[in-house]
């Protein structure tokens, strides 16, 4: 039996506990959702008044230097690369996560059409997050590839003389599945196909070795474990054997090699630098710093493999109480037990009923209204397990913070309060 008082112990005992005094969680908040907005670190407050007021009303035009607004996309680049194996000045931040899947995946169609031209087919999985797909979908159309999809199982016997390239997301938004990278890209490479892989979900958030790998190409998010805010700026990595190869379609200026000689014609510039597009959002890449400065406190201190440490703590922990505490709820689990194939969060399942109304959405209202933050995705294709997703993100949950969580759940589940209208409003799910 798992007690409050274990998980105040562990509190005390935990040495990354003091990092959650660099954000702010607001009073009654149990916040299980930064795997999709991560809260706010306290340093952007200081940091988006100064960079409103002194960089731009003081400075001017003279903070692209002075301020140092020009090497943002890089200087942020080069904070990200730890957390995800990647080397210094192979990573730039830029863009979205969808612009930058567009811009590598296009770059990846370009080689493997002058290695393999044979190769039509992009495969990527069916239940990949479906901004990924919809950008394949456009860029297959637009050159004349297939996009083929399939279950996460098929991936290795699907890898046929046909795969030009291989699109995936590293640990699932919906279940928190988590790929071995390093075994898929090496069944890649063996087949011939190029790799790309989303970290949306995983930079930040566990560890990530790109270069262990060998994987060819990268994108991830900044507003999710990196605490960048909403829509802040995505990253972008290039393996280097890759970098200078074919321009990325988005040939702006900032990507040019001399883009302050305002020559008419385009000279793609050395390196993940070409990634660039167009004048960048100088305010966002500022507050994202915030994010990632708490990024480098902790990478001091035992890095991602601390963070990791923890947060698979925490995920047992939620486990190991929902099955003690909320027993006979009819909850089951989709995020899978053995922890090399889990990310950070873990998604509870509850069957769609008859009349096709989702008791999932409702409970996770009702968690809401009691200050527990997790979400609610509705259940893919035909198994009506709708999900109740909860994220729990090392460097500010606590293990008091679980133990909470599930009594709040246990409560709103005996109690039966989640039936009452108002957590029912729109919860109709077709
Ligand atoms: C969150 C997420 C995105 C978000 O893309 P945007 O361009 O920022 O809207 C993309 N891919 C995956 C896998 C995600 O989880």
């Not at 370009?110 to 950008?135: G, H, K, M, W």
């Not at 474990?225 to 074919?246: E, I, K, Q, S």
């Amino acid at each position: 039996m798992i007690t409050l008082q274990d998980c105040q112990a562990r509190d005390t005992s935990d040495p990354l506990r003091g990092f959650r005094d660099h954000f702010t969680i607001p009073d009654g908040v149990i916040y299980l959702d930064g795997n999709s907005l991560g809260v706010m670190p306290k340093a952007a407050v200081a940091r988006a008044a100064e960079v409103v007021t002194q960089e731009w009303g003081q400075g001017l035009i003279g903070s692209w230097n002075s301020a140092g607004w020009f090497n943002l996309p890089q200087r942020l680049g080069n904070q990200i690369a730890p957390l995800i194996g990647a080397g210094a000045d192979e990573v730039v931040v830029t863009d979205t996560t969808s612009i930058n899947l567009y811009k590598v995946l296009a770059a990846a169609l370009s080689i493997a059409a002058q290695d393999s031209p044979q190769r039509r087919v992009v495969l990527s999985e069916r239940s990949n997050f479906p901004t990924d797909l919809y950008i394949a979908e456009g860029l297959c159309r637009e050159r004349g590839y297939t996009l083929q999809l399939v279950e996460p199982e098929d991936i290795g016997n699907s890898l046929t003389p046909e795969v030009a390239v291989l699109m995936l997301t590293h640990v699932n938004y919906r279940t928190g599945a988590m790929h071995d990278m390093g075994a898929v890209t090496a069944t890649a490479q063996v087949a011939g196909a190029l790799s790309i892989w989303d970290l949306a979900h995983s930079a930040g958030a566990v560890p990530v070795d790109l270069h262990a790998a060998d994987a060819d190409f990268s994108i991830g998010c900044g507003y999710k474990y990196l605490n960048g805010g909403p829509g802040a700026p995505a990253f972008v990595w290039a393996h280097p054997r890759h970098a200078n190869r074919f321009w990325q379609p988005l040939s702006g200026w900032w990507g040019h090699a001399a883009p302050f000689a305002f020559t008419p014609d385009y000279q793609p510039t050395a390196g993940i630098q070409r990634y660039l597009c167009g004048t960048q959002p100088i305010v966002s890449l500022s507050l994202l710093e915030c994010g990632l400065d708490v990024f480098s406190k902790a990478l001091a201190v035992g890095g991602m493999a601390a963070l990791r440490v923890k947060s698979l703590a925490l995920t047992d922990l939620f486990m190991a109480l929902v099955q003690q505490r909320c027993a006979g709820f009819e909850l089951g689990v989709a995020t899978p037990p053995a922890h090399a194939q889990r990310g950070s969060q873990v998604s509870l399942t509850r069957d769609r009923s008859a009349d096709g109304q989702s008791s999932a959405f409702a409970i996770v209202q009702a968690l809401i209204a009691r200050g527990v933050i997790g979400d609610y995705r509705a259940g893919d294709g035909a198994s009506h397990k709708d999900i109740l997703r909860f994220g729990f993100t090392p460097l500010y949950i606590g293990f008091e913070d679980v133990w909470n969580a599930v009594e709040q759940l246990r409560q709103v589940l005996e109690s039966g309060e989640w039936k009452e209208p108002r957590f029912n409003a729109k919860h109709a799910v077709t």
